[in-house]
């Protein structure tokens, strides 16, 4: 058995046989009607190959390139839509199959332009909010189209463009053009550059073509001329983008995607729409001024509606940086930074008011032991539950932090040492009478050392930390699973004493 033939050498194989095909019926037909339909029926044939070489880039594509190759498929839909409706026009005369003929075929890179708006960084082959309203100012741009090309000008037949509209009609293409060049300039992407200065460059030659075309040799010209040759010769180019595309970059699939610097700059995409839809509604209020003001409005609001879910997301993001770079990873509660600062923050406000500031200091029991026995994803889960634990316990108004490894530190406003080792009890006694199962495995009890202190000068930060741990280390030192300096004794809160387990967790 023969081995076959790699899908991109048999679709190549096929292009180049339908285009010499092109080329014999152009030779041995000419413009004549036969000829005519035998062009459009080739180069209908090579649109289809085309989208099924650009689907078949979308499934080996993922995160932008796949949303990519999805709008490149839709803009060849309609553009094969528009060749049937060319070789059905062949068959049938039709106005008004010629008019959406050429409508379609003008306006085809439509869909293909909104991969400006898409986001290398964050894409995912999803629509969000924030590309929805894109489409509809998409939208918006084919009605104004289509009034501003055809519907106000005088065409010499319905399947052609008005002279008078074909100057602006070209600066917008070259933008479009433009604009995938300049985003394949700035992006920090190699998928991103490759895509977008590939298409660029085939999106100016079409223009090119396009040109040709109108203002020259090509305007006396009829389907099965020469001409014909060039526009296969169009197809061929994104099908060859397609077949030898390989995605270079794969997707982070990181809980936390890289921050990649974005520049003012790169927003002028988003401007892109509005500003040509304000463009022709300038024509088009000479004619329709209420239809005009519509266009306007709504593209106004798509506009404003984006540039507040974008402020939104700034916003949450915002907070989140703010949330994170103060908050532990693994526990959630303040950092070292962070509870220190509210630390330093409680004893200025102890100062003013004149009131003491408690501080405890706790460091699990045996915790190395845990670790050992169990594996450092079960004492990471310790940790939590200690730490959701203690949180639960103190009062509203104090702050818990992770001091370090499994000290954790706590402040507690309003305190003199009596009230702070009774808080530090209390949390003691809450602990100790958990037991934690992790896997299915046996029980894990834990306890907690306390070394406490108060203070009420701002100038006491360090004094109250050093005193705090020093009595920590008392209490290891003394039986672990205790409070120093000790106050007094609850009926309760004896060291020796061994609390009921009242709380289970089950991990």
Same mark, same amino acid.
């Given at each position: 058995?023969?081995?076959?033939?790699?899908?991109?050498?048999?679709?190549?194989?096929?292009?180049?046989?339908?285009?010499?095909?092109?080329?014999?019926?152009?030779?041995?037909?000419?413009?004549?009607?036969?000829?005519?339909?035998?062009?459009?029926?080739?180069?209908l044939a090579l649109g289809g190959l085309l989208i099924y070489a650009i689907a078949q880039a979308g499934k080996?594509?993922?995160?932008?390139?796949?949303?990519?190759?999805?709008?490149?498929?839709?803009?060849?839909?309609?553009?094969?839509?528009?060749?049937?409706?060319?070789?059905?026009?062949?068959?049938?005369?039709?106005?008004?199959?010629?008019?959406?003929?050429?409508?379609?075929?003008?306006?085809?890179?439509?869909?293909?332009?909104?991969? /400006?708006?898409?986001?290398?960084?964050?894409?995912?082959?999803?629509?969000?909010?924030?590309?929805?309203?894109?489409?509809?100012?998409?939208?918006?741009?084919?009605?104004?189209?289509?009034?501003?090309?055809?519907? =106000?000008?005088?065409?010499?037949?319905?399947?052609? $463009?008005?002279?008078?509209?074909?100057?602006?009609?070209?600066?917008?293409?070259?933008?479009?053009? =433009?604009?995938?060049? $300049?985003? *394949?300039?700035?992006?920090?992407?190699?998928?991103?550059?490759?895509?977008?200065?590939?298409?660029?460059?085939?999106?100016? /030659?079409?223009?090119?073509?396009?040109?040709?075309?109108?203002?020259?040799?090509?305007?006396?010209?009829?389907?099965?001329?020469?001409?014909?040759?060039?526009?296969?010769?169009?197809? #061929?180019?994104?099908?060859?983008?397609?077949?030898?595309?390989?995605?270079?970059?794969?997707?982070?699939? *990181? $809980?936390?995607?890289?921050r990649r610097e974005r520049r003012a700059y790169t927003e002028i995409f988003y401007l892109l729409y509005p500003?040509?839809?304000?463009?022709?509604?300038?024509?088009?209020?000479?004619?329709?001024?209420?239809? *005009?003001?519509?266009?306007?409005?709504?593209?106004?609001?798509?506009?404003?509606?984006?540039?507040?879910?974008?402020?939104?997301?700034?916003?949450?993001?915002?907070?989140?940086?703010?949330?994170?770079?103060?908050?532990?990873?693994?526990?959630?509660?303040?950092?070292?930074?962070? #509870?220190?600062?509210?630390?330093?923050?409680?004893?200025?406000?102890?100062?003013?008011?004149?009131?003491a500031v408690g501080v405890i200091m706790a460091d699990v029991d045996n915790f190395k032991l845990i670790n050992?026995?169990?594996?450092?994803?079960?004492?990471?889960?310790?940790?939590?539950?200690?730490?959701?634990?203690?949180?639960?316990?103190?009062?509203?108004?104090?702050?818990?932090?992770?001091?370090?490894?499994?000290?954790?530190?706590?402040?507690?406003?309003?305190?003199?040492?009596?009230?702070?080792?009774?808080?530090?009890?209390?949390?003691?006694?809450? #602990?100790?009478?958990?037991?934690?199962?992790?896997?299915?495995?046996?029980?894990?009890?834990?306890?907690?050392?306390?070394?406490?202190?108060?203070?009420?000068?701002?100038?006491?930060?360090?004094?109250? $930390?050093?005193?705090?741990?020093?009595?920590?280390?008392?209490?290891?030192?003394?039986?672990?699973?205790?409070?120093?300096?000790? #106050?007094?004794?609850?009926?309760?809160?004896?060291?020796?004493?061994?609390?009921?387990?009242?709380?289970?967790?089950?991990?």
């Open positions: 058995m023969t081995k076959a033939l790699p899908r991109t050498r048999v679709i190549l194989t096929l292009a180049g046989i339908l285009w010499l095909a092109h080329a014999a019926v152009i030779a041995f037909l000419g413009a004549n009607p036969t000829g005519g339909l035998w062009s459009d029926v080739i180069q080996a594509s993922e995160g932008l390139p796949r949303s990519f190759w999805r709008l490149a498929a839709v803009a060849y839909g309609l553009w094969f839509i528009a060749q049937s409706l060319g070789v059905y026009s062949d068959l049938v005369t039709s106005p008004t199959a010629l008019w959406i003929n050429n409508m379609l075929f003008c306006f085809w890179f439509v869909p293909l332009a909104m991969a /400006l708006l898409l986001d290398p960084d964050h894409e995912a082959g999803r629509l969000d909010a924030l590309v929805a309203l894109d489409y509809i100012q998409a939208v918006l741009i084919c009605v104004a189209a289509y009034v501003y090309f055809f519907y =106000l000008p005088k065409a010499v037949s319905p399947g052609q $463009l008005p002279h008078e509209v074909w100057a602006p009609y070209f600066v917008g293409y070259g933008l479009v053009a =433009l604009a995938f060049v $300049l985003r *394949a300039l700035i992006s920090h992407s190699q998928d991103t550059r490759r895509l977008f200065g590939r298409m660029g460059i085939f999106l100016a /030659l079409s223009g090119c073509a396009d040109a040709l075309f109108y203002y020259g040799p090509g305007q006396s010209l009829n389907p099965g001329a020469w001409f014909d040759l060039l526009w296969s010769g169009l197809l #061929i180019i994104p099908l060859l983008i397609a077949v030898t595309w390989k995605q270079a970059e794969a997707l982070d699939v *990181a $809980l936390e995607p890289p500003m040509l839809v304000l463009f022709m509604s300038l024509r088009i209020a000479r004619e329709r001024l209420g239809l *005009a003001a519509t266009l306007l409005f709504l593209s106004f609001v798509c506009f404003s509606a984006r540039l507040l879910i974008t402020q939104n997301r700034l916003v949450v993001a915002k907070d989140a940086l703010r949330r994170e770079a103060s908050r532990d990873g693994l526990t959630g509660l303040w950092n070292h930074k962070a #509870i220190l600062e509210i630390l330093a923050r409680e004893l200025l406000r102890g100062q003013r008011h004149s009131d050992d026995t169990r594996g450092h994803a079960a004492g990471d889960n310790v940790l939590r539950i200690i730490s959701s634990a203690m949180a639960a316990v103190v009062r509203p108004y104090d702050s818990v932090g992770r001091y370090g490894g499994e000290e954790f530190l706590i402040v507690a406003p309003g305190c003199g040492l009596a009230e702070t080792w009774e808080l530090a009890e209390r949390v003691r006694t809450h #602990i100790a009478a958990c037991s934690i199962v992790v896997g299915g495995e046996a029980r894990v009890s834990v306890s907690l050392s306390f070394g406490i202190a108060a203070g009420e000068s701002a100038n006491d930060s360090e004094k109250l $930390l050093h005193a705090a741990d020093a009595a920590l280390y008392l209490a290891k030192s003394t039986g672990r699973n205790r409070v120093e300096p000790r #106050i007094s004794r609850a009926a309760s809160a004896g060291s020796d004493s061994a609390p009921a387990s009242d709380k289970d967790f089950w991990l």
